[in-house]
């Protein structure tokens, strides 16, 4: 009777061992899931971060193609008004000059 409850108590005590273990792989079996989603979603972030990095990017560069245009622009009407002055300037003198013969 003695060995059978031993062997009962030895019998026990293993399942709990085994039922113990289950419950510990299965936590870690969770933690995996948690781990993978989690990685998941941050892989999915950094790839919409590249993105609107590349979005801004190229919107930056045709910003500074239009400001690179823009002063272009300007140096060209600049030396138009001044040699516009410079006609008026010589048109003046030749009325100031008339008025005066």
Same mark, same amino acid.
């Given at each position: ?7 009962? =108590? ?13 419950? =510990? *792989? ?5 933690? *995996? ?12 972030? *950094?790839?919409?971060?590249? %993105? ?26 600049? %030396? ?5 002055? *410079?006609?008026?300037? %010589? ?11």
């Amino acid at each position: 009777m003695l060995a059978v409850c031993l062997s009962l =108590g030895s019998a026990v005590a293993r399942a709990k061992d085994v039922s113990a273990q289950q419950a =510990g *792989v299965e936590y870690a079996r969770q933690q *995996v899931e948690k781990a993978d989603a989690q990685l998941k979603s941050d892989l999915n972030e *950094v790839d919409e971060a590249e %993105k609107l990095l590349e979005q801004r990017r190229k919107a930056f560069e045709q910003q500074s193609k239009r400001l690179a245009d823009d002063r272009k622009k300007a140096a060209l009407s600049k %030396k138009s008004l001044q040699e516009a002055n *410079v006609k008026h300037a %010589k048109a003046q003198a030749i009325l100031d000059q008339a008025w005066k013969e």
